[in-house]
């Protein structure tokens, strides 16, 4: 069974940095296209960033460009997103996935970055920035 559980998440004064991890099972990596994405209350769902499984292509949406990073350890199965310089509305649920398919991946367009056909998910983490 593919499981994608996210954790690291907490609350954090506005400047502040925070990791975030996503830990697999059943499945690695390598053979998946991996997202970033977060959704904030009444809002929707905002992609962060996607990595390409087929040459390793970072894309990453304008509003975290520059102060999030993604990371990976192929050996703990796990990748993480770094925060830094957070932001008030940065607070959101944040959740990480992971897409199979031949068609999975992400499109940038207009600062913003779309996923698709991305059929793993994560439950999700909050982060909350305060001001």
């Given amino acids: 069974e593919v499981q994608l559980v996210e954790s690291g998440g907490g609350l954090v004064q506005a400047g502040g940095s925070l990791r975030l991890s996503c830990a697999a099972s059943g499945f690695t990596f390598d053979d998946y296209d991996i997202g970033w994405f977060r959704q904030a209350p009444g809002k929707e769902r905002e992609g962060l960033l996607c990595i390409s499984r087929s040459d390793g292509g970072t894309v990453y949406a304008d509003s975290v460009e520059g102060r999030f990073t993604f990371s990976r350890d192929n050996a703990k199965y796990t990748v993480y997103l770094q ?17 199979s398919r031949p068609n999975a991946g992400c499109v940038y367009y207009s600062g913003r970055v779309y996923e698709v056909e991305y059929e793993n998910w994560g439950q999700g983490t909050q982060v909350t920035v305060s001001s």
């Fill in 83 to 99: 925060m830094n310089s957070l932001r008030p509305e940065d607070t959101a649920v944040y959740y990480c996935a992971a897409g």
